[in-house]
């Protein structure tokens, strides 16, 4: 028999947990502005198009891999193709990166969340000890004539808003460069330990536990969402927000850019090559529905991404209002929409202090969720490659996950200084906006080329009783990785050096070095570890251990090492004139 492995309580914690990883912060700041962006309304026809032709089909086919293997990304492509081995750790290595910096995020919400019971919002006036004398109250300026005048005149300037000081000066405290790091803020210590904690508890158990956890931090964050935007779409202005939103401008959607955008939404949205769904697949059920549970997944993530659409854009059609300016001189993307522009919003709405703390716990939850899956990632990895080792010096799985908190703690502290907000920056960039797509484009040629697409549908119909359609069998050989080749190249050329505060602080040559460096750690894997697998593999000569390094070490049933039959299946034929008949 196989190795045991823990699983999950049920299907639905696994799409759950699945659901929770894939909708996240970036559902609520990068979606909607891309689709403002991009042609408003008409942006829905390349992004449907692309998550019919890449996001199903590769969430499809990671899901297989995880749930056939039993393994994580390491053990999973090491399994496939050992000369691609390095795909699953270029994957591991980029997703631990950004758990260090994403929690940090989490402890900027929480601020936010705690502040909301304040008698009066601290962002909405400029009488407090962290404001500077060009500071511009958002309560006393909004509804005064001059203000909407020097709106409408493209005059005002919202680098001294209330709500701009708060985030900078009160959050941030920022220093002038990267090179003064400044004071270490003990108030972000603390509330960054306390997210570190939350996920902790969500995922010290394993992931039966973890299954019981998504029903609370998946369910609460659409139930706050719901009440959010039925909240939006009532405000006055609302519609012109919406307007922005889903106007379509069809003259964007024939440029190739447009399409580039909609399949990176749907790589970062969906999780593609991110090894969450590798790894929480690989406590699957055997014999568990794959392509249900990554329709399932793919639906509700387009869903939510229209619906934070729905969300920002009636509010932000409310402040434009107030303002008695446009939709497009408010809307913005990133922790500015989220951490300026939101409060700024929600300070204008009856009760704002309900509002607030309702939007802040939304982000708590949303971001908690993506952040313990990707903690799982590195958790999956340790114990599928050291599980001897861990077994005998760890012994419990709670302390190897206090383990892997506390370096991932430790690493995410940097971010808490003074300057930290600039290395944030340069870290958030350079983890995975170059090198996602390059490790997608392997981890893709590694599974439908190398191991090869005849075998992987064979593996589906051994775990589920049927093969993939033939659509998916194409979209995997030819259609995912041409989009995905086509997507990189436009990363490269569409690169720019990164700044900060919209090109205010320019970074010294130092810090692009760091970038560089940052990403090489998640690409230097794949050409080394191939390097390091033909020199380990079979051969009396070099282009014998060449060929030997592509073949799969998979020569028997994961699940029970039972022996492969002719068409490398174990249980398809298993009985003359049988066949495993498993809903799907």
């Given amino acids: 028999m196989g190795e045991p492995r823990e699983s999950w309580g049920s299907t639905l914690s696994f799409i759950l947990a699945c659901v929770g990883y894939a909708v996240g912060l970036g559902n609520i700041w990068r979606f909607p502005y891309l689709a403002y962006k991009s042609g408003g309304g008409a942006f829905l026809i390349p992004f449907v198009v692309m998550l019919l032709l890449c996001g199903i089909p590769l969430l499809y086919m990671e899901l297989a891999v995880g749930q056939y293997t039993r393994r994580?990304?390491?053990g999973a492509m090491g399994k496939l193709s050992p000369i691609m081995k390095g795909a699953g750790v270029a994957t591991v290595v980029m997703t631990f990166l950004l758990s260090t910096y994403y929690n940090v995020i989490m402890?900027?919400?929480?601020?936010?969340?705690?502040?909301?019971?304040?008698?009066?919002?601290?962002?909405?006036?400029c009488d407090n000890e962290w404001n500077t004398p060009e500071c511009k109250p958002i309560k006393e300026d909004l509804n005064s004539t001059e203000h909407k005048h020097a709106a409408n005149m493209e005059e005002f300037d919202n680098s001294h808003s209330s709500t701009q000081e708060f985030y900078d000066r009160r959050i941030l405290n920022i220093s002038s460069g990267i090179d003064d790091m400044g004071d270490f803020n003990l108030e972000l210590f603390g509330l960054l330990l306390v997210a570190w904690i939350l996920v902790y508890f969500c995922i010290w158990k394993g992931v039966k536990a973890t299954g019981?956890?998504?029903?609370?931090?998946?369910?609460?964050?659409?139930?706050?969402?719901?009440?959010?935007?039925?909240?939006?779409?009532?405000?006055?202005?609302?519609?012109?927000?919406l307007s922005f939103l889903f106007k379509p401008v069809w003259s964007e959607v024939l440029k190739p850019k447009v399409w580039v955008y909609a399949a990176a939404q749907v790589f970062n949205s969906v999780g593609i090559a991110f090894g969450s769904h590798i790894a929480f697949a690989s406590y699957n059920d055997f014999k568990g529905p794959i392509f249900r549970n990554a329709l399932i997944v793919t639906i509700i993530d387009a869903f939510t991404c229209i619906l934070c659409g729905i969300c920002v854009f009636s509010t932000m059609g409310n402040l434009a209002h107030i303002q008695g300016t446009t939709v497009n001189k408010v809307v913005t993307e990133g922790p500015g929409l989220v951490f300026v522009v939101f409060p700024h919003a929600l300070s204008q709405l009856p009760?704002?202090?309900?509002?607030?703390?309702?939007?802040?716990a939304m982000l708590v939850c949303l971001g908690i969720d993506s952040q313990f899956a990707?903690?799982?990632?590195?958790?999956t990895t340790l114990k599928d490659g050291y599980g001897r080792v861990i077994d005998k010096y760890i012994k419990r799985?709670?302390?190897?996950?206090?383990?892997?908190?506390?370096?991932?703690?430790?690493?995410?502290?940097p971010h808490l200084f003074q300057g930290g907000i600039y290395f944030f920056t340069i870290l958030d960039y350079y983890t995975a906006a170059i090198s996602l797509m390059y490790i997608a484009l392997f981890e893709t040629i590694a599974i439908v080329w190398f191991y090869g697409t005849k075998r992987l549908s064979a593996n589906i119909e051994d775990m589920t009783g049927r093969k993939p359609h033939k659509i998916f069998q194409f979209c995997w050989i030819f259609v995912s990785p041409v989009l995905i080749s086509v997507i990189w190249v436009f990363t490269l050329i569409d690169y720019k050096?990164?700044?900060?505060n919209g090109g205010a602080y320019t970074y010294p040559w130092w810090c692009i070095l760091l970038g560089w460096f940052i990403t090489s750690l998640s690409i230097l894997p794949i050409p080394i570890l191939a390097m390091v697998a033909v020199a380990r593999s079979k051969g009396?000569?070099?282009?014998?251990?060449?060929?030997?390094?592509?073949?799969?070490?998979?020569?028997?049933?994961?699940?029970?090492?039972?022996?492969?039959?002719?068409?490398?299946?174990?249980?398809?034929?298993?009985?003359?004139?049988?066949?495993?008949?498993?809903?799907?």
């Fill in 540 to 584: 009396t000569n070099l282009m014998e251990k060449f060929r030997n390094s592509f073949v799969s070490k998979i020569n028997a049933c994961p699940c029970c090492e039972s022996e492969f039959d002719s068409q490398m299946q174990a249980h398809v034929h298993k009985e003359p004139g049988m066949q495993l008949k498993i809903k799907q």
């Fill in 72 to 74: 994580g990304p390491i």
């Fill in 497 to 500: 050096t990164p700044s900060y």
């Fill in 212 to 241: 019981k956890v998504v029903y609370f931090t998946v369910t609460i964050p659409y139930l706050l969402l719901i009440i959010f935007t039925i909240r939006g779409v009532t405000l006055e202005g609302a519609s012109d927000g």
């Fill in 351 to 360: 009760f704002p202090q309900l509002w607030s703390a309702i939007f802040f």
């Fill in 374 to 379: 990707m903690v799982e990632v590195v958790i």
């Fill in 397 to 413: 799985h709670e302390l190897l996950v206090l383990l892997v908190c506390s370096v991932s703690f430790l690493c995410g502290l």
């Fill in 107 to 125: 402890s900027w919400a929480l601020f936010y969340f705690i502040s909301s019971f304040s008698y009066t919002l601290p962002w909405e006036h």
